[in-house]
């Protein structure tokens, strides 16, 4: 009888240790769920084009405008694209994304794209506004551009370039940068056109 008596004693002892152990578990499980819950927000202030954030704070730097400084991208034009249709003249485009070239992850502001126009010469004129940290708002970012041909399909890939936004001192004041989105032999080479501030 006492061997079963204790047998018995340390079997509810197991339980109880077990049930504590489960209690402090769904606990934890609770506080994670609300921190992840309470971080992972994504602010995207109204207003402007091609803004984006990160969760988990990644971008608390430029999650309001006041906090921010402003890069103005303006879409010229581009010339002697080359076509990508067999039949007809390629509807042209340009997707933009700004992102800071880091070292082991990049990381992306902001994407957008402009309208589409029937010509191998087109002309945009489309102002985007993309949000940059206020300090050093520049370093390691990038305006990476695409020129594409629309399609119902796929589309096609007519050219791109980078421009590397620290090498160019921007200010308030716009400057013109002409890139060569493309190589082409025996023809002019395309280029893009482009307009850039800082506010």
Known sequence: MNIERYIFAIACML?????????????????LQNDIQQQDVVVRPAGLRGISATPFGLMEAISSPANSKKLIVKIEKATDLENQDTFGTSDSYVKLKVYQDNWRVDKTIGEDETRVIKSLNPEWDETFEFLLPSNNPTTNMVLKLKVMDKDIASDDKMGKCEIKLDDLNLSTTPIQVVKTVDTRLLHTNPKIYVSLSLE
């Open 15 to 31: 339980l109880q240790s077990a049930a504590s152990v489960l209690s402090s578990e769904q606990e934890l499980d609770v506080v």
